[in-house]
């Protein structure tokens, strides 16, 4: 009996520790960090650093690129595989026996392990370290679109007066991390996007290409519900943003992998200066069931994908991400990345707003308030690969359908901080004063936080100047009378324009070139200057 149970613990350790194991790899400095802060467009684009500006987020170690010595020193070694990085948690994803990995541990820069199969992190130098969340501080005319049978995703948040103010998503810019973009390139909802040169660029993380019109449609379909555009039939929710397309999610298998890739393209798309990230995609099972999250798992935390989040909002980033369709199966909460703290978490509603039985509930694991919204995810019009519109259920589609309308918002209101945007949507929501486990703050009201904020606005500045940045006019609004004289410099300080302004007058600068002006309005008792972006 004794020699059967030795054969058996032999056996399970060659089995355990002989199979291949997925872990991120923490390093424990960059060495290069003060070139960097020094050199902030070494790293950052100058969107990203006027983002970081705008809402008081100061540079900080997680934005210095990873010590690429350090990931060579272990692709040398031959032992694991190096699958993924971030320089937000200074982490690798490898791939390799459970002896091979730990054995990093040896090397001087390795701060820590954390194995996917958290079984494995039996040694407190295995563990991995926790990342804790970081606090942080236009068009000339109303559009009337012809949305055919897309309308109630739309109206249910009077999303369409947000549209007739003028507010489309302009200047604003989404990421899209989905599965692929299949027909994208070729097909009539997103024509529109290629002949206003709205698509901006992308990448595929899982086959490390630069072609993402590829993979699944899943993106595809997520894309059109934000940014396609078919007259009497589909208008996306921000049909003016422009966007990144990229591909983090396997076809193939499901893996905590794609977690990782999600984080690089989340750290991409800092770097390249997007406001906003929409992520319809979640994780709580893998094929290797030793993978698997529990429910105390879903804490905000403990997933990579939660993590990455966390820091992606500490960028400044709104993330909307959907809470998952497990609300009518054995798991029924929400999945990662909803659980994590700086995600803004969309469950779905059908036509007449009322909770859709597979929306994924919550709370959190740490019992804080998930979905934070809710949105149209029951027969939400969209268009496939094939440029054939249909109607899909899921909080996939709830999920973009949001991220679509907090792009317009912000067009409106570009000075707020993603937190600020976030509470005030929170707040405009049916169910704020008593939020559920089903909806959470419920269905909110895009334009009556429009309104909030235009009255907040006015009471604060006596003298608006909107939209900027611009492409056409300028407007000047007040609750008062105004009356005056407006100039215009440019950025050498010569004057380009001077005439008189007064309530609700425009000035028309499509003739000049793009690029950064300062203005200088002139009233009997005060002078109000600042600049404006013309693009």
């Known amino acids: 009996m004794k020699t059967q149970i030795l054969l058996f613990f032999i056996f399970w350790n060659v089995f355990v520790f002989g199979q291949i194991e997925d872990a991120w790899v923490y390093f424990n400095d960059k060495p290069q960090a003060q070139y960097y802060l020094d050199n902030p467009l070494e790293m950052l684009s100058q969107r990203a650093l006027d983002r970081r500006t705008n809402q008081n987020i100061a540079l900080d170690?997680?934005?210095i690129p990873i010590h690429q010595p350090y990931v060579d020193t272990i692709t040398d070694l031959g032992t694991v595989l190096v699958m993924a990085k971030s320089k937000w948690l200074n982490a690798i994803h490898v791939r390799g026996t459970y002896d091979n990995i730990s054995d990093l541990t040896d090397l001087f820069f390795v701060e820590s392990i954390d194995f996917a199969n958290k079984s494995l992190n039996t040694?407190?130098?295995?563990?991995?370290?926790?990342t804790p969340l970081l606090n942080q501080k236009n068009l000339d005319i109303a559009e009337n679109f012809a949305y055919g049978s897309s309308a109630n995703q739309v109206e249910i948040h009077n999303g369409h007066l947000l549209h007739q103010e003028g507010f489309t998503g302009n200047g604003k810019i989404v990421a899209v991390l989905d599965n692929g973009f299949i027909g994208v390139d070729t097909t009539l909802p997103f024509e529109r996007l290629h002949t206003e040169n709205l698509i901006l660029?992308?990448?595929?993380?899982?086959?490390?290409?630069?072609?993402?019109?590829?993979?699944?449609n899943h993106g595809t379909r997520v894309l059109s519900t934000i940014g396609g555009y078919q007259e009497d039939e589909l208008?996306?929710?921000?049909?003016?943003?422009?966007?990144?397309?990229?591909?983090t999610?396997?076809?193939?298998?499901e893996s905590p992998l794609e977690e990782s890739h999600w984080v690089e393209a989340a750290e991409m798309a800092d770097s390249l200066g997007v406001d906003i990230i929409n992520t319809s995609l979640g994780y709580n099972t893998f094929d290797n069931s030793n993978y698997d999250y529990t429910y105390n798992d879903m804490n905000g935390t403990t997933a990579f994908i939660s993590r990455g989040v966390n820091m992606a909002y500490?960028?400044?980033i709104i993330c909307v991400t959907s809470a998952g369709n497990e609300g009518n199966g054995n798991w029924q909460y929400i999945t990662a990345p909803a659980d994590a703290q700086g995600s803004f978490t969309v469950g779905a509603i059908n036509f007449e707003g009322d909770y859709a039985w597979f929306s994924s509930i919550g709370p959190t694991a740490d019992n804080r308030v998930k979905p934070d919204v809710m949105a149209q995810g029951v027969a939400t019009v969209n268009a496939n690969q094939s440029g054939t519109l249909n109607t899909a259920n899921g909080t996939s589609f709830s999920g973009p359908v949001m991220a679509g309308l907090i792009a317009c918002l912000w067009e409106a209101f570009p000075d707020l901080t993603n937190e600020e945007l976030m509470q005030y949507i929170r707040e405009a929501a049916h169910l704020y004063d008593n939020p559920t486990a089903q909806m959470g703050y419920g269905i909110p009201d895009l334009y009556q936080v429009y309104q909030t904020l235009k009255t907040e606005k006015l009471k604060e500045n006596e003298i608006r100047l909107y939209p900027n940045p611009t492409s056409d006019f300028l407007y000047f609004y007040t609750n008062d009378t105004l009356n005056g004289t407006v100039r215009l410099f440019d950025i050498s300080g010569k004057i380009i324009l001077e005439k008189p302004v007064e309530n609700n007058s425009q000035i028309d600068i499509q003739h000049f070139q793009n690029g950064m002006y300062f203005y200088q309005i002139l009233l009997d008792n005060q002078t109000k200057a600042g600049k404006i972006i013309k693009k």
């Open 123 to 130: 040694q407190s130098k295995l563990q991995a370290p926790q």
């Open 249 to 253: 999610e396997d076809n193939t298998n």
């Open 235 to 247: 208008i996306g929710t921000a049909p003016n943003a422009q966007f990144y397309l990229f591909i």
């Open 314 to 316: 500490s960028k400044g």
């Open 201 to 216: 660029g992308g990448y595929d993380f899982v086959n490390q290409s630069t072609n993402f019109y590829t993979g699944g």
């Open 61 to 63: 170690f997680t934005d």
